[in-house]
T-cell receptor, first 113, second 113 residues
Framework: GENVEQHPSTLSVQEGDSAVIKCTYS??????FPWYKQELGKRPQLIID?????GEKKDQRIAVTLNKTAKHFSLHITETQPEDSAVYFC????????????FGGGTRVLVKP | ETGVTQSPTHLIKTRGQQVTLRCSSQ?????VSWYQQALGQGPQFIFQ???????GRGNFPPRFSGLQFPNYSSELNVNALELDDSALYLC????????????FGSGTRLTVT
């Protein structure tokens, strides 16, 4: 089955700096890649997603890039703010299997003021 | 628009007991997925229900079972509880498309002693 690995497991950045989280996936048939943000004690919330027919997608300070050949995708957060502190999860799914997501292990991001 | 609600929020059970967790899906959604999130890890797919039928299952034993009702709400049942079943159980509702975003509830924190 699909395996998603996520790095780093923790990331500390200074407010205003950029943060980058990387994920690799094993199944080349995967074609949908969402990112979820989970604040302490709260539910995971979708922040951005990308489909395999697109190489990059941006939404304000957040962007995601996808390299299908290398089977990896990344989340980029620019101009980080304290409210960006949370655990971020990448995930992947295969169209034939519907929206059953395989998640990475998570990255705890701490933005220091 | 009503979001995904789960009950109860916390639960303490003894090894060997049985538990039922409940989920009300977001209005307009016809698909419910259940995930198990152990402390410090990413959510793991348990199973998904679409139109009252199981529509895919992850690597969980048969003592994990579920139901979906005509109003698209759902239950997760776990029999013969084990200590390793202690986790946050997340319910997510969505439409049925492979790239339909999952909308998570706040979860049920299950502790097995």
């Amino acid at each position: 089955g699909e395996n998603v690995e996520q790095h780093p497991s923790t990331l500390s950045v200074q407010e205003g700096d950029s943060a980058v989280i990387k994920c690799t996936y094993s199944d080349s048939a995967s074609n949908y890649f969402p990112w979820y943000k989970q604040e302490l004690g709260k539910r995971p919330q979708l922040i951005i997603d990308i489909r395999s027919n697109v190489g990059e997608k941006k939404d304000q300070r957040i962007a995601v890039t996808l390299n299908k050949t290398a089977k990896h995708f990344s989340l980029h957060i620019t101009e980080t703010q304290p409210e960006d502190s949370a655990v971020y999860f990448c995930a992947a799914s295969i169209q034939a299997a519907g929206n059953k997501l395989t998640f990475g292990g998570g990255t705890r991001v701490l933005v220091k003021p | 628009e009503t979001g995904v609600t789960q009950s109860p929020t916390h639960l303490i059970k003894t090894r060997g007991q049985q538990v039922t967790l409940r989920c009300s899906s977001q209005s307009g959604h016809n698909t419910v997925s259940w995930y198990q999130q152990a402390l410090g890890q990413g959510p793991q797919f348990i199973f998904q229900y679409y139109r009252e039928e199981e529509n895919g299952r992850g690597n969980f034993p048969p003592r994990f079972s579920g139901l979906q009702f005509p109003n698209y709400s759902s239950e997760l049942n776990v029999n013969a509880l084990e200590l390793d079943d202690s986790a946050l159980y997340l319910c997510a509702s969505s439409l049925s498309g492979y790239d339909s975003p999952l909308h998570f509830g706040s979860g049920t924190r299950l502790t097995v002693t």
